[in-house]
């Protein structure tokens, strides 16, 4: 057991500080708590039984990456059962921000981050997943590539992609375009 008690700490402070990031992770996943906390929980246990097979020097977070969303697709509510996931509007405000923002700004905060959310719902999960790592996790793309199991150049394309699909799924609710200027008119005239 002295031999174990090392590794143990060893891991606890290796993996620790990536619980939040996990679980974040597995909760766009699951889109459920409970399920979330599961998938972590059996993310932690599969990793520090696996922990002897972790080579030093390459990216923790990456394995620990890998080993959630290995589990997740492994699992009954896998990718198989779970086309999409949700997300859950932020539940707690500021109060004290109340000062700067005014009932309007507030709900048009509120309207875009639905629409956002809404977009990346529809996403498909191969896309979805590679945004969630990227923009919501910060992974490097090397990084999303070891835990996606992916050569880094299709990381990058299934990013454009998937930021390409929730930009045009946006214009589409709000009828603009972005990238062009809305269309002015002189005298009544169009331009």
Known sequence: MSQDAPKRGEFEE?????FDSLYNFARWLTQNREEAEDLVQETYVKALKGFSSFQPGTNFRAWMFRILRNSFLNSRTGLAARMTVGIEPEEE???AGADRHTPETILLERINHEAVAEAIEQLPVHYREVLLLC??????????????SLPVGTVMSRLSRARKAVREC???KSGVKSGSPPE???AGKSR
């Open 135 to 148: 923009d919501v996790e910060e992974l490097k793309y090397q990084e999303i590539a070891e835990t996606l």
């Open 93 to 95: 405000e500021n109060i």
């Open 170 to 172: 946006l214009e589409k």
């Open 14 to 18: 290796l993996a620790m500080p990536l």
């Open 184 to 186: 002015r008119s002189v």
